[in-house]
């Protein structure tokens, strides 16, 4: 099992509400999440699928790396929950400086604009503004006079979108295979990445130490025999039991249906299915595994 340690200043798990006005966050890392960032970990490309074409006509397919990657049995335990944290933020609107690109590529702003150019004196470009034509640009569609591609929603109003996080939150994530050469190059990777890593969001960087160590044993065991990880201050309550989250059969009693089991990582259209887990406190026992040289 690879043990990995989830902490930074903020971190953002979305779950359901993509590019919508209001993001909220998971109250703990997804499995989808945590799979993506390894996978960027490793330069997987997000092409690729979960299994090899078959080379014969019975012959199984050997899994590819991103479907070891959606093999593990994953498990989260919260060490350090975090505080909810609510961002208002605002995109577009306002006036900005138009470009002479502005004016070739759309005759709308070049109208606009037509009298004040006429009227300013000198050959300095620059000084000629816009109020509410900045911000991203809605409905594209090419245009009938110029041929180029151009927004259809001319005059942009200010989009409000209220973003939510997770801040000073530690997470101790586990990732269960049998194949540990793998869980040590995922491991390897995590310190080393091919691709930049973040919690969720790109707002969002790992702070320290990401890839633990590998131990044997499953999801239970290993979080009740390894303490608690030091929170934002350095400390841990050795007296507080967190809440884990364990990956399960859906035959388990208690299990709940979880959608964030990836199949693919498309840019253009992402898909994930169902998987099962339970929620369990989790009592560390008087003589756990301590922690050592974790960079915070």
């Known amino acids: 099992m690879l043990l990995i340690r989830l902490a930074g200043p903020l971190q953002s798990w979305g779950t359901a509400s993509r590019f919508a006005a209001r993001r909220d966050s998971h109250t703990r890392p997804t499995k989808s999440a945590v799979i993506g960032m390894c996978a960027a970990a490793l330069g997987l490309p997000r092409t690729m699928g979960l299994n090899n074409p078959h080379k014969t006509g019975t012959q199984q397919p050997a899994p590819t790396p991103l479907g070891k990657l959606a093999q593990t049995v994953f498990g989260v335990r919260a060490d350090h929950p975090g505080v ?39 050959d300095r470009f620059g000084h000629h503004t816009l109020t509410g034509w900045y911000g991203a640009p809605k409905k594209i569609a090419t245009d009938p006079h110029s041929g180029v591609l151009v927004s259809g929603e001319v005059i942009r109003t200010a989009l409000i979108t209220e973003r939510w996080y997770l801040a000073d939150a530690t997470f101790l994530v586990g990732l269960q295979h049998e194949d540990q050469q793998f869980l040590t190059a995922v491991a390897q990777a995590l310190e080393h990445p091919q691709h930049l890593l973040w919690l969720g ?96």
């Open 84 to 122: 909810p944290v609510r961002d208002y933020h605002t995109v577009g609107a306002g006036t900005y400086p138009l470009r002479p690109r502005d004016l070739i590529t759309d005759h709308r702003r070049a109208a606009a604009v037509s009298a004040s150019l006429e009227e300013t004196a000198g």
């Open 201 to 296: 969001r790109k707002s969002c960087p790992p702070s320290g130490t990401l890839a633990l160590k590998t131990v044997a044993g499953d999801l239970d065991t290993v979080f009740r025999t390894h303490r608690l990880l030091p929170g934002p201050d350095g400390a841990a309550d050795p007296a507080r039991t967190p809440w884990a989250w364990l990956q399960t059969p859906p035959t388990e009693r208690g299990a709940k249906p979880v959608q964030d089991q990836p199949l693919n990582f498309d840019a253009a259209q992402p898909e994930h299915t169902m998987r099962w887990e339970v929620r369990r406190r989790i009592t560390i026992i008087p003589n756990a595994t301590d922690w050592e040289d974790i960079i915070p």
